[in-house]
């Protein structure tokens, strides 16, 4: 019974048995979705006035003369109320011959009916449902639309916006006649409630751009400054995939700044045009800029992922003026501190703007500045001290603790050290301890955020580290300062970008400590025999996967977008796998750092036997795809498979009863994935 047999059924033209089989699968199953869909198409089949294939083909026909086929990816959450008049303005395209690929983030109000609806009266609309709400914005989904894209062209829309009925036919018209790479488009900006328009917020930008002919970023500098948005472009897919250009990945918001520089950048051709093609919603509920504020601080990370773009993409000195570009984007980006209210959060991201500076002057040397830059980032980067090491500490509930954990790091022997406390709504005395630590502490500096799990907390001050070497340390935990001092110096000695080190385990209750855990203990035998990183990181990857166990290099954390993952257990896999796959230069230490405590009374994620073990999946999905895709994925990828088959055994025990069926289905599809990769390796062998 399930999907496969009613398939068959279907491509036999037995509807009825098709249905039929379809009507088996349970609304627990994963597949639940995909059959009511079949279903759906099945009954429409068998109505008098359905469309024959070779009608269908025939229209497929006069569809595909009308002009190339065009991909409108659209990624959703939460936007039912705008929903419904955003895919109407595409489905109503004066330009017939597209397909648009509506990519649902894990909506959990009635966005998938909304787009089941759409999806059952046209037949163009193509779906994909995704398990868990991706890290981020609109990058990850974005990446997957594009994946799935087979048009000529690719489109976006942003599902809360609505766009003009001949938007595509033009600018496709515009493509087709100049053999155009993107086509950029005017937009105007309404608010909801007041349904009042106005012009472009880059309106006396756009106007400075040639319309209607053919140039280059080079030809035409302006554009830089041109808003990032993709939902006023079309672009030849053609184009995006030879330059390898696609959204950043990571648990941060704006991902279209780094998209446009990396199109730019790759100088494909350009033509504007000054018809409006998108009518984009301000000030909605939930929008990006309704982010607290030092979250602004994202655009610090984007702001450096483009300049390792560039400095791998630009050819000088025929691209100075891109180079010149760059650094006056990273003087104006100073308004995410300016706009602070915490002076020393004000100091943390001027650091960070001045360390991506200094850094990239030594690739991109700088020509024709403003003549305030220089002032400006030397200030930056005076404006707060230099540490080793950056300590993360999420904390929830965890009022015992957590001033003892504090305390052992925010003075730590032989290295300087700045400490990161972000709270993830506890509703103890949590919020209240920190504070009165941070007014004792000018190196420690606290923060709030509701609650997302500890991974969600980490990631939202991945932005803001600064110290040479970052540690992520529980809110429960202990360490030895003196040698967590040793291993960072030990680190900073040998450039190490990865570096292991040796922890213990508390029973809290019984008060009882022993050493790690017998398999991370046989472990480091391997270390120093290991001939080579690579080996090392084979041998790492099957440490424990707690955060608190290694340091990283931030500049490793921050150039390959390392955080952690969206699930609120086992979001540690993520950044276990993907440390490695990026480490270049792995150390380890002898001493014994962490202590890491474990609790019989107290409630613990490590702990948990509820429905969010299932989440396990979608923490193995996402780093399995990151772990294939990576150069480096070939070193790990039997290792991974292993620890991965092992984790599906162990999650098993810890679902309850009632949603076991959920288990055995989404374990079939993942281990079903495991070994179509395996055949994959054995075929390229």
């Known amino acids: 019974m399930g999907i496969k047999q009613g398939n068959d059924l279907m491509r036999s033209g037995d509807l009825a048995g098709a249905i039929k089989e379809y009507r088996k699968i349970e609304k627990s199953d994963p597949l639940y979705q995909f059959a009511e869909f079949n279903i759906a198409l099945a009954e429409k089949k068998l109505e008098p006035n359905f469309q024959t294939f070779s009608q269908m083909r025939d229209t497929h026909r006069e569809v595909s003369r009308l002009g190339p086929k065009i991909s409108i990816v659209m990624p959703v959450f939460n936007v039912g109320p705008f929903l419904d008049a955003c895919i109407l303005s595409v489905r109503y395209q004066t330009?017939?011959?597209?397909?648009?690929?509506?990519?649902?983030?894990?909506?959990?109000?009635?966005?998938?009916?909304?787009?089941?609806?759409?999806?059952?009266?046209?037949?163009?609309?193509?779906?994909?449902?995704?398990?868990?709400?991706?890290?981020?914005?609109?990058?990850?989904?974005?990446?997957?639309?594009?994946?799935?894209?087979?048009?000529?062209?690719?489109?976006?829309?942003?599902?809360?916006?609505?766009?003009?009925?001949?938007?595509?036919?033009?600018?496709?018209?515009?493509?087709?006649?100049?053999?155009?790479?993107?086509?950029?488009?005017?937009?105007?900006?309404?608010?909801?409630?007041?349904?009042?328009?106005?012009?472009?917020?880059?309106?006396?930008?756009?106007?400075?751009?040639?319309a209607d002919e053919v140039f280059t970023a080079r030809s035409c500098p302006e554009v830089f400054r041109a808003s990032p948005v993709p939902w006023r472009k079309l672009y030849r897919r053609a184009f995006l995939e030879s330059n390898q250009i696609a959204f950043p990945e990571g648990d941060y918001f704006y991902e279209d700044n780094p998209l446009h520089w990396f199109v730019l950048a790759s100088h494909g051709k350009l033509v504007k045009l000054d018809d409006i093609v998108s009518y984009h919603r301000m000030a909605r509920e939930g929008q990006t800029m309704g982010a607290a504020d030092y979250k602004l601080a994202a655009m610090c990370s984007h702001v450096n992922t483009i300049g390792r773009f560039l400095s791998s993409h630009l050819d000088l000195p025929n691209d100075q003026q891109v180079v010149d570009e760059y650094y006056d984007y990273c003087y104006r980006s100073s308004w995410i501190s300016q706009r602070q209210e915490r002076d020393e959060v004000k100091a943390i991201i001027g650091k960070r703007i001045a360390q991506i500076v200094s850094k990239y002057q030594k690739k991109l040397p700088s020509k024709n500045l403003r003549q305030s830059f220089d002032k400006r980032i030397q200030e930056f980067a005076d404006g707060y001290a230099q540490h080793d090491l950056t300590v993360v500490i999420p904390t929830y509930n965890c009022e015992a603790f957590v001033?003892?954990?504090?305390?052992?790091?925010?003075?730590?022997?032989?290295?300087t050290t700045n400490v990161l406390v972000i709270d993830d709504g506890s509703q103890d005395r949590t919020a209240e301890i920190c504070r009165s630590l941070e007014a004792k502490h000018s190196n420690l500096h606290f923060f709030a955020q509701k609650n997302r799990g500890a991974g969600r907390a980490r990631n939202a001050v991945i932005p803001l580290c600064t110290g040479l070497y970052t540690f992520f340390l529980d809110a429960d935990d202990v360490v030895d300062g003196v040698a967590l001092g040793k291993a960072v110096t030990d680190a900073?000695?040998?450039?190490?970008?990865?570096?292991?080190?040796?922890?213990?385990?508390?029973?809290?209750?019984?008060?009882?400590?022993?050493?790690?855990?017998?398999?991370?203990?046989?472990?480091?035998?391997?270390?120093?025999?290991?001939?080579?990183?690579?080996?090392?990181?084979?041998?790492?990857?099957?440490?424990?996967?707690?955060?608190?166990?290694?340091?990283?290099?931030?500049?490793?954390?921050?150039?390959?977008?390392?955080?952690?993952?969206?699930?609120?257990?086992?979001?540690?896999?993520a950044f276990h796998w993907e440390s490695l796959l990026a480490a270049s230069q792995i150390g380890f230490g002898e001493d014994e750092v962490c202590t890491h405590r474990k609790f019989e009374e107290r409630s613990q994620?490590?702990?948990?036997?509820?429905?969010?073990?299932?989440?396990?999946?979608?923490?193995?999905?996402?780093?399995?795809?990151?772990?294939?895709?990576?150069?480096?994925?070939?070193?790990?990828?039997?290792?991974?498979?292993?620890?991965?088959?092992?984790?599906?055994?162990?999650?098993?025990?810890?679902?309850?009863?009632?949603?076991?069926?959920?288990?055995?289905?989404?374990?079939?599809?993942?281990?079903?994935?495991?070994?179509?990769?395996?055949?994959?390796?054995?075929?390229n062998v």
């Open 605 to 683: 994620i490590t702990n948990v036997s509820d429905h969010r073990r299932l989440t396990a999946f979608d923490a193995l999905e996402s780093t399995h795809n990151r772990i294939v895709e990576h150069p480096n994925g070939i070193y790990l990828i039997d290792v991974w498979s292993d620890f991965a088959r092992n984790l599906v055994g162990w999650v098993k025990d810890r679902v309850p009863e009632e949603l076991q069926p959920q288990y055995e289905a989404r374990k079939t599809k993942f281990l079903d994935l495991l070994a179509s990769q395996q055949e994959e390796e054995a075929h």
């Open 95 to 210: 330009y017939k011959n597209f397909e648009l690929i509506i990519v649902d983030d894990a909506s959990t109000d009635n966005g998938r009916e909304i787009i089941r609806m759409h999806a059952e009266l046209d037949s163009r609309i193509r779906v994909i449902h995704l398990g868990h709400n991706t890290l981020g914005g609109a990058g990850i989904p974005s990446n997957i639309g594009i994946k799935a894209a087979t048009g000529t062209y690719i489109g976006f829309v942003d599902s809360d916006d609505w766009i003009s009925e001949n938007a595509f036919e033009k600018m496709v018209a515009a493509a087709e006649r100049h053999q155009a790479d993107i086509v950029i488009g005017g937009f105007r900006t309404f608010v909801e409630h007041s349904r009042f328009y106005s012009e472009a917020y880059d309106l006396q930008t756009f106007e400075k751009i040639p």
């Open 492 to 573: 900073k000695r040998h450039d190490n970008d990865l570096y292991f080190m040796k922890y213990k385990i508390e029973f809290h209750e019984k008060k009882q400590v022993r050493d790690m855990f017998n398999a991370d203990k046989a472990l480091w035998d391997s270390f120093r025999q290991a001939k080579g990183n690579d080996e090392l990181r084979r041998f790492a990857a099957t440490l424990i996967n707690y955060p608190w166990n290694r340091i990283i290099k931030t500049e490793l954390l921050h150039d390959a977008n390392i955080f952690f993952g969206a699930t609120v257990v086992h979001n540690d896999i």
């Open 403 to 415: 001033e003892e954990t504090i305390n052992c790091v925010v003075n730590v022997p032989g290295i």
